[in-house]
């Protein structure tokens, strides 16, 4: 009789139970479905998201090597025009090197201006790593340091002495000073990168060829 008892005493509360269920289901259900069809929206979003930039990111390489098939050929304005593309369109690290090879391909065929503006604009991208802006400002220093503004020349080189490629940028400085008549200068400044010891070792060669020019001896 006992175990009839418990029986009937689990079952009601089973019923109770459902009862609660399907009252919480009739109050809260739409809630559920509608995060559950929230988290399916945004999982297929995201894979398809991921699918596009795969795609567009093989897209970019065969541009990317179209324009230096074209460069390989002498066919500068076409590459220029693509790399210039990508510079606009392209995705995740390939408008910064398209850039670069735009500049380098721009400087090459003499257009010093056209180069200059793109290094400029690369140096400004603040999407762009600092190390990697920072390249490009060297780019653009190197570019000016035999006939540009010596003022100006000066002023892109103090922004990059602090920074990852503070050895070439004061290589450049040297350089300027030398262009300048500046020879004391020019010899403290070869003088000093050469006793820098994290200073690369064809650099430090070249600041010792370089300290001789400028009259300070080895």
Known sequence: MADTGD???????????????????????????????????????????????????????????????????????????????????????????????????????GDRDGALALYDQLSNEQSVDQRYRQLAGLYGVMLLVDEGDPADVERRIELLLNGDWRHSAMEMQGLLQLRTGDRAAAAETFTALMADPNTPTTLRNRAAELLAIAGGGL
């Open 7 to 109: 029986q009937l005493l689990r079952e009601v509360e089973e019923d109770l139970q459902r009862e609660q269920w399907l009252r919480l289901w009739k109050t809260y259900g739409r809630y559920a479905v509608t995060a559950v069809v929230l988290v399916i929206v945004i999982v297929a979003g995201y894979m398809g998201y991921k699918e596009y930039r795969q795609s567009q990111l093989a897209a970019d390489g065969h541009s990317f090597w179209v324009a230096e098939r074209n460069m390989t050929l002498g066919e500068t304005d076409q590459a220029v025009a693509i790399f210039r593309s990508l510079v606009e369109d392209g995705a995740e690290g390939y408008p910064y090197l398209a850039g670069l090879r735009a500049a380098e391909a721009l400087a090459s065929s």
